[in-house]
Structure formats: structure tokens, C-alpha cells
């Protein structure tokens, strides 16, 4: 029981990450029609961020610490950063302790105007092309944006901490009652997977109880009618790109403490995201979630020892093998419209 | 002759020509001067230029006229080294049956990959593709160890089997060789400062190329062409008229894919080694670029968008700024150092930027590829030219008077 427990905990961090990609591509997808290839750079950018946010507030100069000596025997140059001299020092290392949470609050607005401005700049002009440029147009994108991150923070994974406060662990055994030190899960997974429910229910919400996501959905259903009702249908879906491009942004920020960020942690997850739109159904909201989470759980299953006892392997394929068999079986995937995006 | 129209014949000419005199043409600055780090004909590079040409073509006849857009490629690249690697492990290290081997299991892989991911079209086919491009490279790097060896790869040793082969004599390493001759021997030619390489493989590989290429233009030209175009342009009509569009492209799917094993054959004849890496999704990527920018459903496009990516990749991406600061060396110093960081993200480790630029604009602005540029500007000047001769006529002609 406990065996499975813990699986089911190690799938959840995963399936959050696909989760919140994938709800950004059908938000995407369904609003704009656009199979977005650049999806995954968004993520990437969201994690740098976080990375970025870091280097500015560790930013210092150095001073000499008479007190202390280097092993030369000279007085020691120490790095101060500057906010010790706005804030006081336990102010300012407490600032940079939470640097990724704080990452959040930068990465909404740079994520929606980079969203905005892909989309009035370049992804308008696809709309009428056919779905192979669409793919190959973002696909481009993608490379230029890794490119350019590339260029700027190097090829190599740059760590990036969690507070001090999430970095330990939190024994599920002991609070669920079985046996103490069974299961243990570090408590920042935890808190992504939080953060995505929370993030993936105010989506929702916002979906379906404000004025402007009612007039989005009925765009999504019926965007030629809306129109005609004199609804400026097109200012609305931009935003939801650029909605969607945030989502992926913050899904890339709370990731960062778990996988060091490099340039191409996008693609890596792109490739994955886009199995998970397909199983859940294109262009429908809650099977991309649902899709994502049941394939994060299904991998960390699939990895368990008695399992690759039985079919090696099966971890680093089961994602791949489940999507080709949907999409053979049940084209539409888990909760599809019928005859979506089939020319 | 080979029962070709004029302008194909053409083309296949010249295309001839150019791989023929290839590693003069690659080669125009003498060696040791500044420009010869442009020179690109050495033995290595040429062979890679013409078997991603071959790769280009293949994959072109899937996408270029079927428009179904695959992004698992590269497994058949892959599929087809290791069938060439096993042949030179157990049987030979004569390269014929090792490139045989490679079209046929490549084959019979398009075949199976390409029957399950055809029945679905747009952009699942493509996803489809790019998943079972992530899972037989997971396959290869990790379960299939035994047959594909892992991270490390394969490569053929001394121990080896090799059936046909005679015992290699103490010390020496297995080379692929054509009925004795060696793949990578070469000779050389110097004229004055320039020095000319010809490779044995590279010749082998573009007797290949040229094949192919006679190959892909009876294809393009012939009633099945018509009807993989007929596919792309009209599906539904298509099922309307009585025919079923499925076996088409599932020829047209599997005749890439050999396409691919061929390259990837010629690859380990070249360079008698795979690893997995070969057939990651990257590399599927890759070969669509390659078409795309060169112009699919063009003929030469592909081979040409090969060609310039594989000079990117080997010839730009080797500059450094040491380099650029040697070029602009007689301009002022603020100058030449803004010149210098501007220019340096885009050269050297930067390539891919440069790459994915040129990619963008060309998928916005020309999606017929460098060829259909280059027809554009042909059209423009002509247009010039013309409307030059007119004003010339009309100076000329006497007006009547009204």
C-alpha cells in the first residue's frame, strides 16, 4: 500500500508539470486554432526566470572582512549583495532564500507580454496557413528562444534553490498513519503539486464564472458568431495566449528547485506535453489535465523494480506506447471532440 | 535517354557535374590563407553532405508530396546503421551487403511504423512519428542494449565474426572497404597552393546520391507522383474519384525510409560506428529542415537545404572571435569590437541561432525554400530585363499621331 502511495506521489510532480503545459497548448489550441511548437520555450523562459530573479538579487559587491583571513593569510574579499544594504542583512538573504517564489510575481507579467507579442508579432499571420507551417513556424521560434537563452546562461543545468524552509522532506508515512520514514517526499514537490491544482482550478474559474471567459468559451465553441455579435473576439484570444504563455511561464518558475534549468528543459518537456493534449483530447480543457497527471502517475508506476523486472525498458517508453495506442484506438483521446483537427 | 524530359535531364546533369568536381568546387581558396577555413572539401564533410542529401531527398517524396509531415525520420537513419554495422560485425566489411542489409530492415521498419502512424493524418501523424522517434531512441539507449550497444554504441572489432572475410591479419583493425578498396583512401592532388582531396567513399557515396536522385525524379514525374501530389492537395476529392489514398502514402512512406537506411548504411560505411544518438528526435528535426529550407517538393531542394546546413554546422560553426577580430582587424578599435559583438552570437557555438532564424524567415516569407527564392529573384530580373527591352521598343516605335 505504501509502495503504491509513494508512486502515486512521485507521478503527482511530474503530472503537474505536464499538466500545466498541456492545459497552455489546448488553451492555445482551442482558442486560436494554433498547434504551438514554442509551447515548451515558454516553460524554459518561466524557469529562467526564476534563474534570472536569483542572479539580480545576489548581485554585490565585494568587501574586505578584517575579521576573517583567506588561506594566504590576507584579509578575505566577501560578496555582499546589495540588498544587505537596503534591507539589513537577515532581510536580504531572506529575500534571496525565496528569490523562486518571489520569480513568480516578475514571471506573470514578462510571460503574458512575451505570449502578447508572439502572437500579434508572428503567430497572427498562421493562422490561415496550413497546421505543418504552424508547427514548423513555432518549431523555429523554439530553436531562436533556446538559442538566445543559450547564449546568455550557457549549456549547462544552473541550480536554483528552494527556500530553506521547503528544501526538507515531509514523512507521509507518519502524518497517513502507516509505518514512520516509508514514505518520504520532499515537501517542495508538494507544493508544486498545490500550486498546479491551484493554478489549474483558477483557470477553470475563470473559465466559467467571469464575463471574459464566458465570451473566450463561446469563441472556442463558436468563434465566427461571436464575432458577428460584435465582440472584438480576436483582442480576447490574445490575452489567452498570453494567458496560456503565464501558465507555462509559472509551471517553468515552481519547477526550477526541482530540475536545474538549461536551455533545452523546454523541448524536453514540449515533446511530452503534446503526448498528454493528444491523449487527453485535443482542444478539451480537463482531459489535458486529467491526461497529464494519469500519464505522470503511469511512468512513475512503470519505473517501479518489479515492474522493469518483468518489461525493462517500460519506464522511458510507457508514455509513448499508451499515446500511439490511443490515438489508434480512440482518435479523439480521453475526453476529445470528435473530428478535431482531422483534415 | 533515360526517358526523361529536357529540363530534368538537365538538372541531372549538373547535378553530375557538381558532384563530380566537387572537391574542387568546395575547395576555392589556397590552403593556409585566411579564407581557407571556408573551404569545405575534405573527404569528411563532403560524404556528409551527400549522404544528408540522400536522407533530404527521401524525406522529401514523404513530405515534399504527400504533405504528411513526419518527425521520426531519424529512426530509420538509425535502424538502417545498425543493420549495416550487424552485416560488418557477422558477415563482411565489404560495404554492398551492409547497404543492402540497411535499405531492407529500414524498409521493413517504414513498413510497420508507417502502417500504424497513416491512419491518422495532420498533426497527430506528425505526433505519432515524433513518439515512436522517443521511444526507439529509449529502446535503443537502454532495453536493446545486446543489439544496439547502448550509450556507447557499436562498432566492428577484430574479434568479430565476419563470416566471409578472410582472418585479418595480427594488429590490424577491420576497415569497410568495396571489393578491396578502402573507404577512406584518398588521393591527393596539389596545384601550386591548393591541395584537392578524392575520396573513395566520398565517390562511392555520390554514385549513391546520384542514384537516388535519377530515383526521386522518375518518382516526381511518373503517375504515382500524381497521385502522392493528389493526396496532399485534395484528400477527400481523392476518396470521391474511387481511390484509396492510404497505399500511396504508405509507399511513399516506406520508399523514404529506405531513402533513410541508405544514408544511415552509407554513414557506417563511411564511419564505422553508430550510437543512439543518431536516431534522437533532433536529428528527425533536423532532416525537415533541410527539406524545408532548401524547398520541399523541389527536386534539388532538399539537397541543397543539406548542404547548407551541414557547411553551418561543420564551416560557420568553427569561427571564433579571435577570428572575426582577425577580419576587421583595419577598422578602428570601437568599431571592429561593436562589429565583433554583434555579429559573434550568431557564428561559432551561435549557429543554431543563425539556423533557426534563417528557418523562420523562410517558413514565413518563402515556404517553397531557397529554390523558390531564387526562382523569385530569376523572375524578377528577367522582369527587369524585359521591361527594359519594351522601353527600349517603345522609345523606338513612333507614336501615331492623334
Redesign the interface.
Known amino acids: 500500500m505504501d509502495a503504491i502511495l509513494l508512486q502515486i506521489l512521485n507521478g503527482l510532480d511530474k503530472g503537474s508539470a505536464y499538466a500545466l503545459i498541456a492545459l497552455g497548448l489546448t488553451l492555445i489550441f482551442g482558442t486560436l486554432g494554433v498547434?504551438n511548437f514554442a509551447h515548451g520555450a515558454l516553460f524554459m523562459i518561466g524557469a529562467f526566470c526564476a534563474v534570472t530573479l536569483n542572479r539580480i538579487l545576489t548581485m554585490g559587491h565585494q568587501v574586505i572582512d578584517p575579521t576573517r583571513t583567506d588561506f594566504l593569510g590576507n584579509p578575505l574579499k566577501v560578496d555582499v549583495p546589495y540588498l544587505h544594504g537596503l534591507f539589513g542583512e537577515s532581510m536580504g538573504n531572506a529575500i534571496i532564500d525565496w528569490s523562486v517564489p518571489l520569480a513568480i510575481l516578475i514571471s506573470i507579467p514578462v510571460m503574458v507580454i512575451i505570449g502578447v507579442i508572439m502572437e500579434r508579432g508572428?503567430i497572427r499571420?498562421f493562422y490561415k496557413?496550413?497546421?505543418?507551417?504552424q508547427?514548423?513556424?513555432t518549431?523555429?521560434?523554439a530553436?531562436?528562444l533556446?538559442?538566445?537563452i543559450?547564449?546568455f546562461y550557457g549549456a549547462n543545468p544552473i541550480p536554483t534553490p528552494a527556500p530553506a524552509a521547503f528544501s526538507g522532506t515531509f514523512d507521509f508515512g507518519a502524518a497517513m498513519g502507516f509505518d514512520p520514514h516509508t514514505i518520504i517526499y520532499p515537501l517542495w514537490r508538494m507544493l508544486y503539486f498545490a500550486f498546479s491544482v491551484i493554478i489549474i482550478s483558477g483557470i477553470f474559474a475563470f473559465l466559467r464564472f467571469t464575463t471574459f471567459g464566458m465570451v473566450v468559451r463561446a469563441g472556442m465553441a463558436d468563434r465566427e458568431t461571436v464575432g458577428l455579435l460584435g465582440i472584438d473576439i480576436d483582442k480576447r484570444f490574445t490575452f489567452m495566449f498570453g494567458l496560456a504563455a503565464a501558465v507555462a511561464g509559472l509551471a517553468g518558475v515552481m519547477y526550477a528547485p526541482i530540475v536545474s534549468p538549461n536551455y533545452h528543459i523546454g523541448?524536453d518537456f514540449l515533446?511530452l506535453s503534446?503526448?498528454v493534449v493528444?491523449v487527453g483530447g485535443?482542444g478539451s480543457l480537463p482531459g489535458a489535465v486529467l491526461a497529464g497527471f494519469l500519464l505522470g502517475i503511469l511512468e512513475s508506476f512503470a519505473s517501479m523494480a518489479w515492474v522493469l523486472n518483468i518489461l525493462?525498458?517500460l519506464n522511458?517508453?510507457i508514455i509513448?506506447?499508451v499515446?500511439?495506442i490511443i490515438?489508434?484506438v480512440r482518435?479523439r483521446g480521453l475526453m476529445g471532440r470528435k473530428g478535431v483537427?482531422?483534415? | 535517354m533515360l526517358k526523361m524530359e529536357k529540363r530534368d535531364r538537365n538538372l541531372l546533369i549538373i547535378v553530375t557535374l557538381m558532384l563530380v568536381f566537387a572537391p574542387f568546387l568546395l575547395n576555392p581558396f589556397p590552403e593556409g590563407s585566411v579564407m581557407a577555413q571556408f573551404n569545405a572539401g575534405y573527404p569528411d564533410l563532403m560524404q556528409r553532405f551527400v549522404i544528408f542529401g540522400i536522407f533530404a531527398i527521401g524525406f522529401n517524396i514523404l513530405f515534399g508530396l504527400t504533405?504528411y509531415?513526419s518527425f521520426g525520420h531519424a529512426i530509420f537513419l538509425g535502424v538502417g546503421s545498425y543493420a549495416a554495422i550487424w552485416m560488418m560485425k557477422l558477415l563482411t566489411m565489404n560495404v554492398i551487403p551492409a547497404i543492402i542489409m540497411a535499405i531492407v530492415i529500414s524498409g521493413i521498419f517504414a513498413l510497420v511504423i508507417g502502417w500504424?502512424s497513416l491512419?491518422?493524418?495532420?498533426?497527430?501523424f506528425?505526433?505519432?512519428t515524433?513518439?515512436?522517434a522517443?521511444?526507439s531512441f529509449?529502446?535503443a539507449?537502454?532495453?536493446l542494449t545486446p543489439i544496439t550497444g547502448g550509450e556507447t554504441g557499436l562498432q566492428p572489432k577484430a574479434a568479430d565474426l565476419r563470416i566471409l572475410d578472410a582472418p585479418l591479419a595480427a594488429g590490424s583493425t577491420p576497415r569497410a572497404n568495396l571489393f578491396g578498396l578502402e573507404m577512406s583512401s584518398s588521393y591527393k592532388l596539389e596545384i601550386g597552393n591548393w591541395l584537392f582531396t578524392f575520396s573513395a567513399g566520398y565517390y562511392i557515396a555520390a554514385v549513391m546520391l546520384l542514384l537516388s536522385f535519377y530515383l526521386s525524379i522518375r518518382i516526381f514525374r511518373s503517375p504515382f507522383g500524381m497521385m502522392l501530389r493528389a493526396v496532399k492537395s485534395n484528400?477527400q476529392r481523392m476518396n470521391y474519384t474511387g481511390l484509396n489514398p492510404k497505399p500511396y502514402t504508405l509507399a511513399a512512406f516506406v520508399i523514404s525510409g529506405m531513402y533513410a537506411g541508405l544514408a544511415g548504411g552509407l554513414m557506417v560505411a563511411m564511419d564505422t560506428q553508430v550510437g543512439p544518438e543518431r536516431m534522437f528526435?533532433?536529428a528527425s528535426?533536423e532532416v525537415?529542415m533541410m527539406t524545408?529550407l532548401g524547398g520541399a517538393g523541389t527536386l534539388i531542394g532538399p539537397v541543397l537545404g543539406a548542404g547548407l546546413i551541414k557547411y553551418m554546422e561543420n564551416i560557420i560553426s568553427k569561427i571564433n572571435a579571435s577570428i572575426l577580430h582577425e577580419w576587421f582587424y583595419w577598422l578602428p578599435d570601437g568599431l571592429e569590437n561593436l562589429l565583433v559583438t554583434v555579429i559573434y552570437?550568431f557564428i561559432g557555438k551561435?549557429w543554431?541561432?543563425t539556423?533557426?532564424?534563417i528557418?523562420?524567415l523562410v517558413?514565413?516569407f518563402l515556404?517553397g525554400g531557397l529554390v523558390e527564392g531564387s526562382q523569385k529573384i530569376g523572375a524578377l530580373i528577367r522582369r527587369k530585363l524585359d521591361r527594359g527591352k519594351d522601353k527600349a521598343k517603345s522609345s523606338k516605335s513612333t507614336k501615331p499621331a492623334e
Open positions: 498547434v508572428l499571420h496557413r496550413p497546421h505543418a507551417d508547427i514548423l513556424v518549431f523555429g521560434l530553436i531562436v533556446q538559442e538566445i543559450k547564449y523541448m515533446v503534446f503526448v493528444v485535443m525493462p525498458g522511458q517508453i509513448y506506447l499515446a500511439i490515438l489508434l482518435p483537427m482531422e483534415e | 504533405g509531415l500504424i491512419r491518422r493524418s495532420g498533426i497527430y506528425s505526433i505519432i515524433l513518439a515512436f522517443l521511444m529509449a529502446l539507449y537502454s532495453v484528400q528526435w533532433t528535426g525537415v524545408i552570437p551561435g543554431h541561432l539556423l533557426g532564424i528557418f523562420m517558413v514565413i515556404p
